[in-house]
């Protein structure tokens, strides 16, 4: 019944928060603009991509957003931010109340000029969550103008976390990439890929970190871990998403889910109907 009230709460809150569609806010003279959208469990937002860049934030539930250069998780206490231009699309896992911040090039000039999951810090929640109640054609020089300032210098300042799996342009690499996620086993090695590549070790290691940014171990990692997510949020059992992906224990594979993303694999899992992420993520 306690996260029956807690919906029923934020629901009467929501119907105060701006929902729009981007025909609605690209051409608004604004630097800095927040919209606000409320997104059910499995929606997929199909490949779209914006003029301005876009800070995406979940004030509830985590995403998957993929881009043709990867795959980024955002969890609840985090945010992507999206270059202006590239193409992207958002996956729900469970339901999403979606906050974002879309700046124009000339405001966001000392941002990354590539996708990357941000931490949101108390501080730069609170100016979310108030940004999207403010007129999108606020005055020059009046609060909301300051609230939106401050919030890209809070963006600016916020972590990187290292949660996206970047794929290779190289094609013949980027289909046996593919070919993991389809079937991922922690078991594979540099040697099984360079015999189906028929590369020598020391090309494929080069090849890999030129094309991926990272080593070749990492990234497998990584590539379970875009696997496990999904079916954790979705409520399966950390025993049965382990020896699916093929770690000899349960205990292993939390070993690594908590080496790489700093907390235990039940803490991804579902906590009720609503489909909500536990917390303390």
Not at 26 to 37: D, K, Y
Not at 56 to 67: K, N, P, R, S, W
Request: aromatic share 8%; charged share 20%; with cysteine.
């Amino acid at each position: 019944m306690a996260h029956i009230r807690a919906w029923a709460k934020f629901d009467r809150g929501w119907a105060m928060v701006r929902s729009a569609k981007a025909a609605e806010y690209e051409a608004i003279l604004r630097p800095v603009i927040a919209v606000g959208n409320e997104y059910p469990s499995g929606y997929i937002h199909p490949a779209h991509r914006h003029r301005r860049s876009q800070l995406l934030y979940g004030a509830v539930g985590t995403m998957v957003v993929e881009t043709e250069q990867g795959s980024w998780f955002v969890r609840p206490h985090q945010g992507v931010w999206i270059p202006g231009g590239i193409l992207h699309s958002i996956r729900m896992l469970g339901r999403v109340a979606m906050r974002s911040i879309y700046v124009e090039l000339g405001a966001c000039n000392a941002l990354p000029n590539g996708c990357q999951v941000i931490g949101v810090s108390s501080l730069l929640r609170s100016l979310l969550l108030a940004a999207v109640d403010l007129p999108m054609e606020y005055e020059v020089g009046s609060r909301a103008e300051k609230i939106m300032s401050l919030l890209v210098d809070e963006i600016r300042d916020a972590p990187i976390f290292p949660l996206n799996l970047p794929f290779p342009a190289h094609e013949r690499l980027a289909a046996q990439c593919r070919g993991f996620i389809d079937k991922p086993t922690p078991h594979e090695t540099i040697d099984d890929w360079c015999e189906r590549l028929g590369m020598s070790r020391r090309a494929f290691t080069r090849l890999f970190r030129r094309e991926t940014g990272l080593s070749f171990s990492m990234w497998l990692r990584r590539a379970c871990l875009l696997v496990a997510i999904p079916r954790l949020a979705s409520g399966q059992p950390v025993t049965m998403v382990a020896l699916d992906l093929g770690y000899a224990s349960p205990a292993a594979f939390s070993s690594m889910f908590k080496q790489a993303l700093g907390v235990s694999p039940s803490a991804c899992q579902s906590d009720g109907e609503d489909g909500r992420i536990d917390r303390a993520m």
